[in-house]
């Protein structure tokens, strides 16, 4: 199936036609409320049943979602700035309409982002942020450590930021040294990526400056919500906090 056909079937499934079809109660979205049969496949390799046709949310954004709202101030009615990093729609949408969040969303080449922003050098100033919302950027980033503590920087004293990232080995990769896209892709999973986290990934949010709590799925979503909206059990959240 070639680009313009795809397009076009793709328009298709998300329009009505798509919604009576997919229509039911096995698969729930937090995010835009809708009930359906069945999410679509996605990514590379192509996990099946995972994307919601309506929103286009995926596995984390639906965590990240209800943890926003069961676990964080971010929805309550104190006036609060937040800082975007690499704005999914589904996310963004929704939180760019909320009259207490003051909201920036931000990227080096996204042009749907509201300001341009290498996240190695962050152009504004000290205490800027009550809320930080990053998630599987920093693999991306040659220089992630430094990205951290521009972070930490712009963040309030109080505020708070979730900083995620896909965790893959017991102790982080990366080799700079390595910058064929073909390589790369072989090292890391991806051609753009730089690194592979593991689990001394808290420890880099700690050296930056930040109190990390790594929180648990089964602490934010229940059992049977894990399935009905097919959520990831291990995308743990680590949620950072600056006193």
């Not at 709590?213 to 959520?231: G, L, N, P």
Request: net charge positive; hydrophobic share 40%.
């Amino acid at each position: 199936m070639n680009l313009t056909l795809r397009s076009l079937a793709r328009e298709v499934v998300k329009g009505p036609i798509g919604q009576i079809l997919f229509f039911g109660n096995a698969r729930f979205c937090p995010i835009c409320q809708s009930h359906l049969r069945s999410f679509l496949p996605y990514g590379y390799p192509s996990r099946l049943d995972v994307r919601c046709l309506i929103c286009d949310s995926v596995e984390r954004h639906r965590l990240i979602w209800l943890f926003f709202q069961r676990k964080t101030n971010l929805f309550d009615s104190n006036k609060k700035k937040m800082l975007h990093v690499a704005p999914e729609r589904c996310l963004a949408t929704r939180l760019s309409g909320m009259q207490s969040i003051e909201y920036l969303s931000a990227d080096i080449c996204n042009p749907a982002a509201m300001v341009k922003m290498n996240i190695t050098n962050i152009q504004y100033p000290d205490n800027t942020f009550d809320v930080i919302y990053c998630s599987h950027v920093l693999e991306h980033v040659l220089d992630d450590r430094k990205a951290m503590r521009e972070f930490y920087r712009v963040l309030t004293n109080g505020g708070w930021a979730v900083l995620q990232v896909p965790i893959m080995l017991e102790t982080t990769y990366e080799d700079p040294a390595i910058i064929d896209p073909v390589e790369r892709a072989k090292a890391f999973g991806q051609s753009d990526h730089v690194r592979c986290y593991g689990q001394d990934y808290e420890k880099r949010l700690i050296d930056a400056g930040f109190n990390v709590k790594r929180i648990k799925v089964t602490e934010v979503v229940k059992q049977e919500e894990i399935e009905r909206m097919r959520i990831d059990e291990k995308e743990d959240i680590f949620f950072c906090t600056k006193l």
